[in-house]
C-alpha cells in the first residue's frame, strides 16, 4: 500500500473534486464498456453526482471520506453508509457506496487506502461486513472487490450498457 496516501473525512471544500473524480473514473469505466458519450457528459447527471457527495458528507448516517497525495490533491473519494436493501441487516453490515479513483491514480494504492478505511471503520463501528455493488460491465473493479475478499451473493438489478450491477459481501473474520 502507499503511505504517503492519507484518507480522511470529507469535507464541503472537497465536493468538487469528489465529483470531478467520481465523474472521470465512471466514464473510464462505463466508455470502455460502450455506453454512450453524451449520457456519461450529461450535466444534470453530474450535478446529481455533486448533490450526493454533497449529502453523503452532511448525512449523520452516511460516511464519506477522500484520498489524498502529499501536496493534499483528492485522489479518491469513498460513501458508505446503513445498506439500502431491506434483506441486508444493518447491525451487521455497512454499504460501501462508492469508492473513485482519479483514473491517472489507479494502480498507486488509493483504492486499497479508501478500503482499508472502510474495513477499518466497520471493525471499529463492530460490524460483521460490508456489502456494495458492482457494474458488471467493470471488470477492473469486480477484479478489485474479489482480490480484497469480496463475494458475489447473487442479487443483481438492471444497470446501463446492458450490463447488470451485481451484489457482492464481504465478511470480516
Keep these: 500500500m502507499n503511505h504517503s496516501i492519507r484518507v480522511g473525512e470529507a469535507s464541503v471544500e472537497d465536493v468538487e473534486a469528489m465529483t ?93 487506502a479508501l478500503h482499508s478505511a472502510f474495513t477499518g471503520r466497520l471493525a471499529a463501528g463492530g460490524f460483521g461486513g460490508g456489502v456494495l455493488e458492482a457494474w458488471e460491465g467493470n471488470a477492473r473493479a469486480r477484479r478489485f472487490y474479489v482480490w480484497l475478499g469480496w463475494g458475489v451473493d447473487g442479487e443483481r438489478r438492471p444497470g446501463p450498457g446492458r450490463a447488470d450491477y451485481v451484489r457482492m459481501r464481504l465478511r470480516l473474520s
Design 20 to 112: 470531478d473524480i467520481h465523474t472521470r473514473a465512471r466514464s473510464a469505466y462505463y466508455a470502455a464498456r460502450g455506453v454512450a458519450a453524451a449520457e456519461l457528459a450529461d450535466p444534470v447527471a453530474r450535478e446529481k453526482r455533486r448533490n450526493g457527495w454533497a449529502r453523503a458528507i452532511a448525512s449523520p448516517d452516511m460516511t464519506a471520506l477522500c484520498a489524498q497525495d502529499p501536496q493534499g490533491r483528492v485522489l479518491g473519494a469513498l460513501a458508505m453508509g446503513p445498506p439500502k436493501d431491506a434483506d441486508v441487516d444493518g447491525s451487521v453490515y455497512r454499504q460501501l457506496f462508492q469508492i473513485h479513483v482519479d483514473p491517472d491514480a489507479w494502480g498507486r494504492g488509493t483504492g486499497r
